[in-house]
């Protein structure tokens, strides 16, 4: 079945730089669109951007410029390159399929001076 294993949150001090990765498993993945979300504390799900099958991405407002979603076809991954934390990132974030809600544990996040 669809797997997709967060990894690489932690503490950070705001102005930081992380690099999550999701691995993937259980369905094709060169020919899905995928996204990260995230979800802060005490919030709801919140898109963060997503990637499609020709690599082409999109953000939301609040980290274009700061974010870069990429992905590797042959290792079945996706990363989200995260610069300029700010303490309003704090959150987990999730990997998922464009057309689907989160399904993995997701991984925590928190930017903190």
């Known amino acids: 079945q669809v797997q997709l294993v967060e990894s690489g949150g932690g503490l950070v001090l705001p102005g930081d730089s992380l690099t999550l990765s999701c691995a993937a498993s259980g369905f094709i993945f060169s020919h899905n669109s995928l996204k990260w979300v995230r979800q802060a504390p005490g919030k709801g799900l919140e898109w963060v951007g997503e990637?499609?099958?020709?690599?082409?991405?999109a953000y939301a407002d609040f980290v274009k410029g700061r974010f870069t979603i990429s992905r590797d076809n042959a290792m079945n991954t996706l990363a989200l390159q995260m610069n300029k934390l700010k303490p309003e990132d704090t959150g987990n974030y999730y990997c998922?399929?464009?057309?689907?809600?989160?399904r993995g544990q997701g991984t925590q996040v928190t930017v903190s001076s």
């Open positions: 998922a399929l464009a057309g689907e809600t989160p």
């Open positions: 990637i499609d099958t020709f690599g082409t991405t």
